[in-house]
C-alpha cells in the first residue's frame, strides 16, 4: 500500500482508547521536547540583568507566581481546551488556521481554484459544516471576500507567523542545546566556560543537522522515552527541592506574588518578562503537530504529565533559590544548582538528549510548514524527501536544513550566552501566538458561528497577556530580539515576492492563452505529424490552452499521438482523497486524442515519484474513457469543456494488472523522492500497474480503439513540455515592481528549483519552452 492510501487510512481510523494512549506516549518525543526543556533556562534568562534575587524572596515568588499563570493560562486554557478545537480535517498550525478562513470567506490566495475544488470531501468535511450566520459573520465574510486589502493583510499576518516559526527553527536548538551544555560550568574553572561551552554546543548542532537526511524514523522510538525520563527527572528533582528546602513554596502560586512582585521591581520587572515568556517556548507545537497525533492524545499528555512535571520543576528551582541568595555569579541562579550534586553529571546527559530531541521536532516542524507555503505558491519551489515510507509527515528539506545549521551556528557562536539567545528566542514564540490569537478571533466567528463577543473575549483576555509579554521582548531589540526580526523581513520578503511573481505569470498566462478554437481548426492532426507517445503540456492553467504549446508547435513540426494538457495545483484542504484526485475531461472531439487533466494536492498531502505518477495519469485517462457515458459531470469550465472526477488507481483496480517493476525505481525523481537506502528497500517490492484493454463486448468498437491507443501511447514513452518563464517588468512599471520582478523574482527562479519540482519528472523525457513574460 502507498503512503497516500496509507495516510489516509490512519486520518479515518477510529481511535480506541489504548491507541490514544500510545499517540498521548508518542506524542512526549515529538511535540513536548521544547515546552520540556524550558526549565534549562527559564530563571537563569528572568535573573540575567534587570531583576535580582534578594533576602525578601519577594522576586524569585513573583518569578515563580508569573511562571505558573502563563503555563495554566497560555498552553492549558489556550492551546489545550480551545485552539485544538480548530483543526483543518486534523491539521493544525497558522496554515490550517489560514486555510479554514480561506475556504469559509473565500479569500484563496490561489489563483487556480474552480468550483469543483469545494465539492472535495475534505472541503466541505465535518468541521465545515455550514450554519446560519449571524448578522456580522455574514458581513465580516462579505467584507473579506471583496476588500482585496484586507486578504492581502489576512495573507501577510498568516505569513509573519510562518516567517517567526522558521525564525525558531534556528534559535530553539542553539538556546536548548547551548543551555543545556552549560552544566559543565558548575565543574569547571570559570575563565575555561567560553572554551568548552561553545564548541561543544556547536558540534553537538553541527551532528544535529549533519544527521536530519537520514530522518527520524530509526531513532524516533527513542525519543518519547528520553523526554519522559526527563520529564520524570525534573519533578522528582523539584519535589525534593520542596521538601529538603521550602514546603511552603506552594504559597507562591497565589496572584498576589505577581502584584507584589511588580509593585517592587516596577519597570525593571516589566522588562524581566521577557525571560518568564521563555516558560511556554514549545507550546505552538501542540497546535502545529496536530496532524501527526489526536487531540485528545496531546489533551491527555499535557494535562496528566508534561503540566504537573513543569510546575513542580520550577517550584522547586524557587524553593532551592529562596533558601540560597548568595549568587557569585548568574550560574549560580541556573537549573543546575538546584540540581543535587551527585546527580548532576547523569542530569547533565539526559538534559542534553532532550535538548536534541526537542530541537529535531522544530526542525521537522520547520520543514513542514515550508512544504506548506511552497504548496500554497508562497514560497519558491524546493527539494523535498520523504525520510519514511510508513510515517507521514516526515521530510528532509536539504537547502533549507543548511540554512537553519549555518544561522543556527551564527547566533551560538555570536552571543555566547542564554540572556541574547533567551530574548531573540521569546519575540519569535510571542509573536506566532499573537498571530495565532488574532486568527482564531476571526474562526471562532467565521467557521464556528460563535457570537462576535466570545472572540472579542478571547482576543481581549489571551491578546492582553501575550500582547504585555511582547512588549517586554521587544524593549529587548538590541540585546538580541533584533534576531528574528531581521530573519522574518528576509522570509518575508522572499516570501511575498514569489508570492507576487506567480500570481502575476498566472495572469500573464490568462492573459495569452490560446483558445481551444484555435486548435481545433488546425484539424486533427493540429497541422503537423502525430508521433507515438503521450505528451503533457504542463500548464498552470485549467482551461485554454497555454502559450507555450502555440510557441511550441510553430516551431516543431511534430507532435505526440496521444495530447495531455496537465494541470498540477494545490487546493486549500490538508489532504485530497485518492478517489477525488484527478479532473480529467477532452479537449475537441474523440478523434483528436487530446485531454486535460488537473491534479488536485492538498498542503500536506505526499506528491508521486514520476513512475506511479505517469501510472496513476494514464489509468485515470483510461477510466474517464472507458466510463465517459455514466460519469457525473462536476464543472464545464469556460471553454466547454466537461470534467469528470477519477481517482487513482489504487480505488479502482478492475481492467488493471500489478508487474514487478524493480529497475524502474531506479530512477531517481528531482523532488519529493524517498531517500537512498528508503528507495532501495521499497524496489524490492514495487509494483507497476498497467491499464489492460478488457476483453468484453459491452465496450463500444471506438471506444476499445481509443483505449488501445492509449495503451500503444504509454508503452512508446511519457514525454514532458513544460514552460521555463523569464520574468520581465513591462516598460514603464514602477521601481517596485521592476526590483520585485526583475531582480527578487528572477534570482529566487535561478536559484531554487525549476518547474519539474511539480511533476517530478524524469530528466531525459523533459522538455523546456523558454518565453518571456512581460508582466
Known sequence: MDIESRTYQNIVKKESWRTVLTLAYQSLGVVYGDLSTSPLYVYKSTFAEDIHHTESNDEIFGVLSFIFWTITLVPLFKYVFIVLRADDNGEGGTFALYSLLCRHARVNSLPSCQLADEQLIEYNGSSLEMAAQSGFAARLKSTLEKQRVLQKVLLVLALI?????????????????????????????????????????????????????YGTHRVGFLFAPVILLWLMCISAIGVYNIIHWNPHVYQALSPYYMYKFLKKTQSRGWMSLGGILLCITGSEAMFADLGHFSQLSIQIAFTSLVYPSLILAYMGQAAYLSQHHAIASEYNIGFYVSVPEKLRWPVLVIAILAAVVGSQAIITGTFSIIKQCSALGCFPKVKIVHTSSKIHGQIYIPEINWILMILCLAVTIGFRDTRRLGNASGLAVITVMLVTTCLMSLVIVLCWHKNIFFAIAFVLFFGTIESLYFSASLIKFLEGAWVPIALSLCFLAAMCTWHYGTLKRYEFDVQNKVSVNWLLSLGQTLGIKRVRGIGLIHTELVSGVPAIFSHFVTNLPAFHQVLVFLCVKSVPVPHVRPEERFLVGRVGPKQFRMYRCIVRYGYRDVHKDDIEFEGDLVCSIAEFVRSEAETAVVETNGEGERMAVVGTCSTYMQGFEEGSDVDEMDKPGPSEILSPKLKKKKSKVKKKVRFVVPETPKIEKETREELMELTEAREGGVAYIMGNAYMRAKHGSGLVKRLAINVGYEFLRRNTRGPRTALTSPYASTLEVGMIYHV
Open 161 to 213: 507567523g510562518t516567517c517567526m516559526v522558521i525564525g525558531d527553527g534556528v534559535l530553539t536548538p542553539a538556546i536548548s542545546v547551548f543551555s543545556a551544555v552549560s552544566g559543565v560550568e558548575l565543574s569547571t574553572a570559570k575563565e575555561h566556560h567560553k572554551y568548552i561551552e561553545v564548541p561543544a554546543a556547536c558540534i553537538i548542532l553541527i551532528g544535529l543537522f549533519a544527521l536530519q537526511h
